[in-house]
């Protein structure tokens, strides 16, 4: 059995615990959805943007207490979605990049219970 690709509407909504900006279009896969979610923890604010069928994810977070920028990522070549923890306090992504020849990127993000990201390249084996 093949493993999804990308979390579906219902794990999203559960994920970020509110609606795009923009809502869901309707009969349309996610994948080929614009997508804005906006969240925070207790620290952070973050911006979530997913145009998943081009392969694009985007991320913005804020530290509420001065309004400076932790970071802003960007990824134009994601091949894969996994929500790994969707607890109540605890909330992680594990993202999937096209790598260089025999190489794979996974970034790992975690927004609860406190913002963290870590990026890591793997060797394929292929």
């Not at 134009?76 to 025999?102: F, M």
Request: with cysteine.
């Amino acid at each position: 059995m093949r493993r999804k690709q990308f979390p579906d509407r219902t794990d999203w909504l559960s994920f970020f615990e509110t609606w795009p900006d923009e809502g869901f279009e309707r009969d349309m896969p996610i994948e080929y959805q614009d997508l804005t979610f906006r969240f925070e923890n207790e620290e952070e604010r973050f911006v979530v943007t997913m145009s998943l069928g081009v392969q694009e994810f985007s991320l913005k977070a804020v530290r509420k207490k001065d309004a400076s920028v932790l970071g802003v990522y960007a990824f134009k070549t994601v091949r894969h979605v996994e929500i790994k923890k969707d607890r109540q306090h605890e909330k992680e992504l594990l993202i999937l990049l096209d790598g260089v020849e025999r190489f794979v990127i996974t970034i790992e993000i975690t927004f609860l219970p406190s913002f963290c990201i870590m990026v890591k390249e793997h060797f394929s084996g292929e």
